[in-house]
């Protein structure tokens, strides 16, 4: 079955620790994003690719960083110069200019 | 840019009663609606979209209403389960845009009470 699939489900990072979060798709969707969930807000778009080896930041991209070397795949690093990154992180991707298919979340814990 | 104003940030309603969430957006050219469902601990799920060459669409015990000329869409959900409880998200965006990024409501927890 084709869908969206990010990991791991929970994610623990200490102070000054960078971590990566996974993403991957097999729907052959051309745009990836991610996007940040606090508790009780809506979604904040962190950066988005519309195509392999491209892409754009989002409304709150400082302290985060992305790549794009395969269609299926949209890592996210949050880095050490993110201050406050304990949050839910989504992944979505689309055809181009369509709606979104979200993956299940990772929920990211400051300890 | 698009900007989606989304009404209300809670609803409480009674199990077997109707809800109604509400979306305005400003970008006249945003043809594409679609709303999503997120239960607690999950990503969001589309349950219905609308274009804008249709004024009202409906699946099951869902619908969803356009009135392109007032720029604003509504969700209607009848005879509520309490499984209907979760938070809601409107969107908007220029469907097949070359950026065609979607711009999200900032959502509505929908409960149903027994």
């Known amino acids: 079955d084709g869908g969206i699939t990010q990991s791991p489900k929970y994610l623990f990072r200490k102070e000054g620790q960078n971590v990566t979060l996974s993403c991957e798709q097999n729907l052959n969707h051309d745009a990836m994003y991610w996007y940040r969930q606090d508790p009780g807000q809506g979604l904040r778009l962190i950066y988005y690719s519309q195509i392999v080896n491209d892409f754009q930041k989002g409304d709150i991209a400082e302290g985060y960083s992305v790549s794009r070397e395969k269609k299926e795949s949209f890592p996210l690093t949050v880095t050490s110069a993110q201050k406050n990154p304990t949050a839910f992180y989504l992944c979505a991707s689309s055809p181009r200019g369509s709606g979104y298919t979200f993956g299940s979340g990772t929920r990211l814990t400051v300890v | 840019g698009e900007n989606v104003e989304q009404h209300p940030s809670t609803l409480s309603v009674q199990e077997g009663d109707s809800a109604v969430i509400k979306c305005t957006y400003s970008?006249?050219?945003?043809?594409?609606f679609p709303w999503y469902k997120q239960e607690l601990g999950k990503g969001p799920q589309l349950i219905i979209d609308?274009?804008?060459?249709?004024g009202e669409k409906k699946d099951q015990r869902i619908a969803v209403t356009l009135n392109k000329t007032a720029k604003h869409f509504s969700l209607h959900i009848t005879e509520t389960q309490p499984e209907d409880s979760a938070v809601y998200f409107c969107?908007?965006?220029?469907?097949?845009?070359?950026?065609?990024?979607?711009?999200f409501g900032k959502g509505t927890k929908l409960s149903v009470k027994p």
């Open positions: 969107a908007a965006s220029i469907y097949g845009g070359s950026q065609g990024n979607l711009i």
């Open positions: 609308i274009r804008s060459n249709v």
């Open positions: 970008d006249s050219a945003s043809n594409y």
